[in-house]
């Protein structure tokens, strides 16, 4: 675990290998904040107008907000606790307790899996394991901190049950049965969770590079730390954190189903 950020970053001036060509930097330009990105209140009675808000909304930007969403607030409060705490463990204690399964269904990187091969790293530390069936993976995930499989296990399964829900929502916008995508889109279910320590210099590097998120829908908990970004309207526009809300992304394998589905609709 050498390499990963977290342990030599408050040491260490940004190493070359971080520093990204000038094309690729950030730079010191602000990024604008978008005012349009939907945010939809999963709390409405009227399903009807909920199913037409979030299909509009994955057509036209391919993700959205979520508020009002079941989740629990102190559920959600606990998961970041013990989220920071797992990444403030030492590099030594972070590799025993990502190594417990042969087949590595949990494991930490920095930058990405691909770092041995990758040109330029990213400036993060990255928390990967699956969730479901919970029963098969849960032995695996870490036992330090403590309360790490106690907290983590009903978050994912409350935010597994949210996506479900939304999942069924998208599939009565496309005029599809409510359970299309609920077993083919929803079997793997994988958490990951960033760490973006303090950075020497912002401007010369990424926390994660621009790309497609993989998979059927991706639902992150942003907090309310800013630095998302999405590209819209041929622009990057900052998306600003609401509390207690999820962003979810339209993974690039749900749009590509939708794609080939016999209805009159497509999801960006």
Not at 157 to 182: C, M, N, T, W
Not at 229 to 236: I, L, R, S
Request: aromatic letters at 12%; one cysteine or more; hydrophobic letters at 35%.
């Amino acid at each position: 675990m050498e390499h990963l950020v977290s342990g030599w970053c408050n040491d260490r001036s940004l190493p070359e290998s971080y520093i990204l060509p000038p094309e690729k930097r950030p730079g010191k330009l602000t990024v604008p904040l978008a005012n349009n990105i939907p945010v939809i209140d999963l709390g409405g009675h009227d399903q009807t107008d909920l199913i037409q808000q979030i299909f509009e909304a994955s057509q036209e930007f391919g993700f959205f907000q979520v508020i009002n969403h079941g989740v629990p607030s102190n559920l959600m409060d606990e998961a970041m606790s013990v989220f920071k705490e797992f990444h403030a463990l030492s590099g030594e204690d972070k590799a025993i307790e990502t190594s417990k399964d042969p087949n590595k269904s949990c494991y930490i990187y920095t930058s990405s899996p691909n770092y041995a091969t990758e040109k330029f790293h990213f400036w993060r530390d990255g928390l990967m394991h699956h969730c479901n069936p919970l029963e098969k993976y849960i032995q695996f995930w870490p036992e330090k901190p403590p309360r790490y499989r106690e907290v983590v296990g009903p978050y994912t399964a409350e935010v597994r049950k949210l996506g479900f829900r939304i999942l069924e929502f998208i599939s009565q916008g496309l005029g599809i049965s409510p359970d299309h995508f609920s077993s083919g889109l929803s079997e793997n279910q994988t958490l990951l969770v960033n760490h973006y320590p303090p950075c020497p210099d912002p401007s010369l590097t990424l926390g994660v590079g621009k790309h497609r998120d993989p998979g059927g829908i991706n639902i992150l908990l942003q907090s309310d730390v800013y630095g998302l970004q999405v590209f819209k309207d041929e622009e990057w526009v900052g998306v600003e954190p609401i509390p207690y809300a999820f962003v979810v992304n339209i993974g690039y394998l749900l749009q590509t189903w939708a794609s080939h589905l016999p209805c009159n609709g497509n999801l960006k």
